[in-house]
């Protein structure tokens, strides 16, 4: 397969005008200027289209794709805990799915070939996974503070599940939820599991960062209530779990880390853990300033999510990354086009382990591309990226075009 197209963008070079990427076995074997191909036989002409990497969603929650907007911006972050409980028990099996599946469509539409997707039914991950052709990597979410419950055994039966299931395309990994959902014994079990992809919500509300940096305040409050063991709570960090369970490193991925201080973000740094950062669902919030220059100057691969739909205002949002880009630009003045783009190309591939293979159009790679139309308006590739709103024009995952599979599963 031949493509040419009125600007190629690489991701890892510079924009290619009347530029070509050919395609064998769902993989990328060649990208040049059109002047320079040698053998044209059987192209395909995409014309007025700008062709570049798929982009790759760091963080998101598929299932709770039909809440957009159904919660209103709450006071504080215990109290959309509280909401979104209340939601999940009205979600039937069908609507899971249904929900699950819808988010799969909306992000393939605009443009997403890779998400890190948090999943929590095991029990129709199987069969969700055949109904998209989404390049997934399917995070199982884990929760466990009761001090009754056995974190070993836990461990144990996640370990047997995960040696059994893997997605057609993508990889299979661990989400100990968050600090205030998980023990330390729990952490201490994670910390052992060998080669396996993982995240965890991090310091994501000020109400966790008072829990464990002041041992108070509404969410102390509300799991002293469950009867959760709080003595890891007071005088320290969200981080520190992690941290000395031995978490960090370069296969786990800390979402949100909106109230990291200097101390934890120089341990990130450090053990080359990946941060994922969702500008809709910190503006929904109304979190403070996200420390996104100190990430950058102390070397954090630095990556964007779209979170859940949960945490949008307007019903209408969608599961779209060119959003998360513009806010971010927005709320970030002096970070250049072309880095903000690596934040859903090349920095997520390299955190979910597949640096070379998404998220860039260079040969040995994954054919996963999508096309947008080219905007003479707009001087700057780049810029013309960050602007683009709506469905995309063309998306191929390995090298197979969004129409050709599963179409009516996933359109």
Known sequence: MLLRAHCVYPVVGLPIEDGYVRIIDGQIVDVGLWSECVDRNEYQDLGEVLLMPGLVNAHCHLEYTNLAGAIPPPESFTEW????????????????RQS???????????????IGNIDT????????????????????????????????????????????????????GVSPHAPYTTKP??????????????????????EENQMFRDGRGDMWEMFCETGRDVSDCGGRSPLDGAIEAGLLDKQMLLVHGNYLDSHDIAA?????????????????????????HDMKYSGVNLCLGT?????????????????????????NPGWSSSNIIEMVTINPAKALGMEGEIGCLNTGA?????????????????????????????VMVEGQSFNEVNRASCI
């Open 81 to 96: 805990i509280q909401a979104i409980i209340e939601k999940k028990a009205g979600i039937d099996d069908s609507s899971f």
């Open 100 to 114: 699950w599946l819808e988010g799969a469509r909306q992000a393939l539409a605009y443009g997403t070939t890779t």
């Open 121 to 172: 039914r095991c029990d129709m991950l199987p069969s969700l996974w055949e109904l998209t052709p989404l390049r997934i990597v399917s995070f199982i979410e884990s929760i466990l503070f009761e001090n009754d419950r056995d974190a070993s055994e836990f461990v144990g039966k996640l370990k047997e599940w995960l040696s059994e299931n893997k997605p057609p395309h993508g990889k299979i």
């Open 185 to 206: 014994d729990f952490l201490q079990e994670c910390g052992v599991l060998l080669n396996i992809p993982m995240t965890m919500h991090i310091a994501e509300s000020s």
């Open 268 to 292: 990130i740094a450090k053990s080359k853990t990946n941060v994922v950062h969702c500008p809709r669902s910190h503006d929904y919030f109304r979190h403070r300033v996200f420390p996104a």
């Open 307 to 331: 979170d859940s739909l949960a945490t949008m205002r307007d019903s209408e949002s969608k599961l779209e990354l060119f959003s998360e880009m513009r806010l971010f630009r927005d709320n």
């Open 366 to 394: 994954k054919a996963d591309l999508i096309g947008l139309p080219f905007d003479t308006t707009i001087n700057s590739v780049e810029e013309m990226i960050i602007e683009h709103r709506g469905p995309v024009e063309l």
